[in-house]
């Protein structure tokens, strides 16, 4: 089993409608939780960071989590085409500085 | 603000060649890691430091090593150069261990 796992893309939404991706993590103390995009030939940008059950939103993001299911998404409200791009959990534990990654979800925003 | 800054942004080795890879954390963060992204193994943890000491280690070969100085730039070096390392190498600092943490633009390594 993966350390973190996220949904295997590409996930396809027209524009405006809500993206919703999801990713579990096995490490039962892991305490931080991120969600970065990465366009493609670029970096990974941080997108929101979470360290409390429930939810969190910045402007049309709201990142979710539930520690009791190892679970924690991220959703996108009326989607764009510049979210076109591949989204990253990543997961930190009690060794702070160390970020395990899930492979990626790949989010196509059709106009 | 100044982000991270990673130099050389592309290099070209050959096999058994060393190469030094060189990371400016924004300023006022302690916390620098290094990640290696390959299209089929994904973004792996190489290892972080913190006040110039590594506190964290990845499951990486001994042919990847690092290092901190005092005013928290960072260098990676590789040795014996494999086909396999060729990867985009990315630098994220940190205030702390457990801040988010923020990339630099990467530098591709291509190994022929």
């Known amino acids: 089993q993966k350390e973190v796992e996220q949904n295997s893309g590409p996930l396809s939404v027209p524009e405006g409608a809500i993206a919703s991706l999801n990713c579990t993590y096995s490490?039962?103390?892991?305490?931080?939780f991120f969600w970065y995009r990465q366009y493609s030939g670029k970096s990974p940008e941080l997108i929101m960071s979470?360290?409390?059950?429930g939810d969190k939103e910045d402007g049309r993001f709201t990142a979710q989590l539930n520690k009791a299911s190892q679970y924690v998404s991220l959703l996108i409200r009326d989607s764009q085409p510049s979210d076109s791009a591949t989204y990253l959990c990543?997961?930190?534990?009690?060794?702070?500085?160390?970020?395990?990654f899930g492979q990626g979800t790949e989010l196509s925003v059709k106009p | 603000k100044a982000g991270v800054t990673q130099t050389p942004r592309y290099l070209i080795k050959t096999r058994g060649q060393q190469v030094t890879l060189s990371c400016s954390p924004i300023?006022?963060?302690?916390?620098v890691s290094w990640y290696q992204q390959t299209p089929g193994q994904g973004l792996q943890f190489l290892f972080e430091?913190?006040?110039?000491?590594?506190?964290n280690k990845g499951n990486f070969p001994g042919r990847f090593s690092g290092r901190q100085f005092s005013n928290s730039r960072s260098e990676m070096n590789v040795s014996t150069l494999e086909l396999g390392d060729s990867a985009l190498y990315l630098c994220?600092?940190?205030?702390?261990?457990?801040?988010?943490?923020?990339f630099g633009d990467g530098t591709r390594l291509s190994i022929l």
């Open positions: 990543a997961v930190s534990g009690n060794q702070g500085g160390k970020l395990i």
């Open positions: 490490d039962r103390v892991s305490q931080s």
């Open positions: 430091y913190f006040s110039e000491t590594q506190r």
């Open positions: 300023s006022g963060h302690r916390s």
């Open positions: 994220a600092s940190s205030l702390a261990g457990d801040q988010p943490q923020h």
């Open positions: 979470i360290y409390s059950n």
